[in-house]
């Protein structure tokens, strides 16, 4: 290669992560979205009154007082609201990223944040509250589909995977910025402001966006060849596109997308695939750690305040720093590799947590519950964190990609919310040890699935994989 285009590639890579990092900031908001209620929840109940947990509301305060629903139950409704907004978000993401493209479809979930997130600050009642949480959670369902499906049009395939990492990367700085504003903003129990920080980061991405460009995937298949060709050379930082645009062309010669496709022979085990990984991701747990930190740690004998400074420092933050590993892995490594170890090492800090838990190494089991859940947060952070995301923005045929990514987004928002909800249950009902242990032979099933299904995609080009799959390889050898 001459000096000269090993430098074009390297500034364009250089383009390449400035514009991921725009982008990715939808996972910022992801993050902290998801990550601020836990710490805001406590004021909030104050504001509005939500005292005993079995008290009405006063209909002032919300409609759900007029049925008698009782206090507990609205702080349920709060705090699930955005995880109920992004499953809704998910669905209809598939309609916004193929009408108005993925980049539009971004600048639509950036304003549907900024109004959110005004509506939550200044609720009067615990209705606007909810309604403010649903509109943002309804933005991170849709920006959790299309932001990754845009990352990785738009890249090389060279760095494809560390690409879409930087969207998983942003989730985890948006769940570590939360708790750092929760604490900050503590002191005086300003909730208010906590979800105000929000808008920053929702105003940015907004703006940011409007600099970059759509999709050339995208305007491929809108049949939009000279834009696609701009699109590409804004990208690639060369003139010398027209061979990656005739490959786009080619591979949407497959037939017009519709949504019963999804189903056909071909792309069943896509679907399978890309929403099992979610499932499986789930099933690991990793959101017990984050939503009941505090709990947990207290329950393995960390008193009160130390507990929440822990959970609140330690987790988000080794969270953050072995994603990096993930960024910077995926595509020295490849993606299979990366599953494997983490799925083993999720698994042995499972069993670890079950069996300090129920007091099988010794009595005294603080340390050794805060060390596995944070080795738990390292080896899902660089493996079962972000390829989920991968998997589902590479597999997909360009024609089908939208609607396939939309119903793995679901398994993510169903199963978080269905672990997240049964947690509390199935420790109470079964013990924190049996729990984790559920967690492990669960994950071990992730495990088997990903060794028999899981392509390794590194390095190959989305049309290459595409044409692997109309060549009727199996699922695992589509990267092959
Ligand atoms: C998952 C979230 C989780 C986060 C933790 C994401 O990949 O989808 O449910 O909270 O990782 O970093």
Not at 228 to 241: I, N, S
Not at 263 to 277: A, E, Y
């Given at each position: 290669m001459s000096a000269t285009s090993s430098e074009t590639i390297h500034r364009n890579h250089f383009y390449i992560l400035v514009l991921s990092t725009i982008a990715a900031i939808a996972g910022l908001l992801f993050g902290f979205d998801t990550g601020v209620i836990s710490g805001a929840l406590?004021?909030?109940?104050?504001?509005?009154?939500?005292?005993?947990?079995?008290?009405?509301?006063?209909?002032?305060?919300?409609?759900?007082?007029?049925?008698?629903?009782?206090?507990?139950?609205?702080?349920?409704?709060?705090?699930?609201?955005?995880?109920?907004?992004?499953?809704?978000?998910?669905?209809?993401?598939?309609?916004?990223?193929?009408?108005?493209?993925?980049?539009?479809?971004?600048?639509?979930?950036?304003?549907?944040?900024?109004?959110?997130?005004?509506?939550?600050?200044?609720?009067?009642?615990?209705?606007?509250?909810?309604?403010?949480r649903l509109i943002m959670g309804f933005a991170v369902g849709l920006s959790a589909t299309i932001a990754p499906m845009y990352l990785s049009e738009v890249s090389p395939p060279d760095i494809r995977g560390m690409v879409v990492f930087l969207f998983q990367m942003a989730i985890t700085v948006g769940i570590l910025s939360a708790f750092i504003v929760n604490f900050l903003f503590h002191i005086n129990g300003n909730w208010r402001a906590m979800f105000l920080v929000g808008l920053a980061p929702s105003v940015l991405l907004f703006v940011g966006m409007l600099f970059l460009p759509e999709s050339p995937r995208w305007l491929v298949l809108k049949g939009k060849h000279e834009k696609?060709?701009?699109?590409?050379?804004?990208?690639?930082?060369?003139?010398?596109?027209s061979g990656e645009v005739a490959e786009i062309k080619e591979s949407i010669r497959n037939a017009k997308g519709n949504f019963r496709?999804?189903?056909?022979?071909?792309?069943?085990?896509?679907?399978?695939?890309?929403?099992?990984?979610?499932?499986?991701?789930?099933?690991?747990?990793?959101?017990?750690?984050?939503?009941?930190?505090?709990?947990?740690?207290?329950?393995?004998?960390?008193?009160?305040?130390?507990?929440?400074?822990?959970?609140?420092?330690?987790?988000?933050?080794?969270?953050?720093?072995?994603?990096?590993?993930?960024?910077?892995f995926i595509d020295r490594l490849g993606r299979r590799k990366l599953l494997y170890v983490g799925l083993v090492g999720i698994i042995l800090c499972q069993l670890i947590m079950g069996a300090a838990y129920h007091q099988l190494l010794g009595t005294n089991i603080r340390w050794l519950t805060l060390f596995s859940s944070l080795a738990l947060i390292v080896f899902f952070a660089f493996s079962m964190g972000g390829i989920p995301y991968i998997m589902m923005s590479e597999l997909f045929p360009l024609n089908m990609r939208a609607g396939g990514m939309a119903v793995a987004s679901c398994a993510n928002w169903g199963f978080n919310i269905l672990v997240s909800a049964t947690f509390l249950t199935i420790v109470d009902v079964f013990g924190f040890g049996n729990a984790y242990w559920l967690y492990a032979f669960l994950t071990f099933l992730g495990l088997v699935f990903a060794i028999s299904l899981i392509p390794e995609t590194k390095n190959r080009t989305l049309e290459h994989i595409e044409k692997n799959l109309y060549a009727g390889k199996k699922p695992r050898d589509l990267g092959n």
């Open positions: 406590q004021f909030i109940v104050d504001t509005f009154h939500i005292i005993a947990p079995t008290a009405t509301l006063a209909p002032t305060y919300s409609v759900f007082g007029l049925f008698g629903v009782n206090g507990t139950t609205i702080q349920e409704v709060i705090v699930s609201a955005v995880p109920a907004g992004a499953l809704i978000g998910a669905i209809l993401s598939s309609f916004l990223s193929n009408a108005f493209g993925r980049r539009g479809g971004i600048i639509t979930t950036a304003v549907l944040f900024i109004i959110g997130t005004l509506f939550a600050a200044t609720a009067i009642n615990t209705d606007m509250l909810i309604i403010g696609a060709h701009h699109a590409l050379h804004k990208l690639r930082g060369h003139e010398a596109v496709m999804l189903f056909s022979k071909r792309l069943r085990p896509l679907v399978f695939i890309t929403f099992g990984l979610f499932v499986f991701q789930q099933f690991t747990g990793i959101n017990t750690i984050f939503y009941y930190a505090p709990t947990l740690f207290k329950a393995a004998g960390f008193e009160g305040s130390t507990s929440q400074i822990l959970a609140l420092v330690s987790t988000g933050a080794i969270n953050v720093f072995a994603t990096i590993f993930g960024v910077w």
